[in-house]
């Protein structure tokens, strides 16, 4: 079975300062990993993915995460926080064998204060 | 090129009344998915569609809901006799899995149901 874990529901970092989400996943064949991002009173909107190609993704709006399988882990960073980062993120697993099924975190919350 | 779409985007009932939630995914995507978010919470899957296969329902809460999709494009999600507990915001996404390795999903902005 598949599941992703995210954890802290609510993270807070200075404007400036590193940005970092995390996210565990469980899948028994190897992944399809996602990170989409929601701003207040909007759907949600693809900020990376990781397709079996480079293990470094690089995404939108500076982000970019790193896939380790040993840890299995996809966490999320940027270098500098901007205030138009506060939106709630969610991580995202997908296995084509289970018919492209979506496994979505609980989401995470990032406050940036200035 | 259009995005997926949802109508209504708020939708107000009265507990005990069905509605019904619309989906027009993107043209040529063969998964389309519904999802509710309610508030402060992240999603919860209820039902997907692939291509002609029997869609997987396994997500949806109670036989008070379900979904059809017709013709492989648009989809309709009807909840009957409406609870409070229904009230969220209901996401469409679909995706294009087999046809050019394009795995993720694309959202549409949701329509909000309010039950009073």
């Known amino acids: 079975a598949q599941s992703v874990t995210q954890l802290g529901s609510h993270v807070s970092v200075s404007e400036g300062a590193l940005v970092l989400l995390r996210c565990n996943y469980s899948?028994?064949?190897?992944?399809?990993l996602f990170w989409y991002v929601q701003y207040p009173n909007q759907g949600l909107q693809l900020l990376l993915k990781?397709?079996?190609?480079?293990?470094l993704v690089k995404g939108i709006n500076g982000f970019e995460a790193e896939f380790k399988k040993s840890e299995t882990s996809f966490h999320l960073t940027k270098p500098s926080a901007h205030m138009s980062d506060a939106a709630e993120y969610f991580c995202?697993?997908?296995?084509?064998?289970?018919?492209?099924?979506?496994?979505f975190g609980t989401g995470t919350s990032l406050t940036v204060i200035p | 090129g259009a995005g997926v779409s949802q109508s209504p985007s708020n939708k107000v009932t009265e507990k005990g009344k069905d509605v019904e939630l619309r989906c027009d995914p993107i043209?040529?995507?063969?998964?389309l998915y519904w999802y509710r978010q309610s508030l402060g919470q992240g999603l919860e899957f209820l039902i997907y569609?692939?291509?002609?296969?029997?869609?997987?329902k396994s997500g949806l809460p109670s036989d008070r809901f379900s979904a059809e999709r017709t013709g492989g494009s648009v989809s309709t999600l009807t909840i009957q006799r409406t609870q409070q507990e229904d009230s969220a915001v209901y996401l469409c996404?679909?995706?294009?899995?087999?046809?050019?390795?394009?795995?993720?999903?694309?959202f549409g902005p949701g329509t909000r149901l309010t039950v009073t």
């Open positions: 996404a679909s995706s294009s899995p087999r046809k050019t390795g394009d795995y993720e999903q694309y």
């Open positions: 899948s028994s064949v190897p992944p399809y």
């Open positions: 990781y397709t079996s190609a480079a293990t």
């Open positions: 995202a697993v997908s296995v084509r064998d289970t018919g492209n099924q979506f496994y």
């Open positions: 043209s040529g995507h063969t998964a």
């Open positions: 569609f692939q291509g002609n296969s029997a869609p997987d």
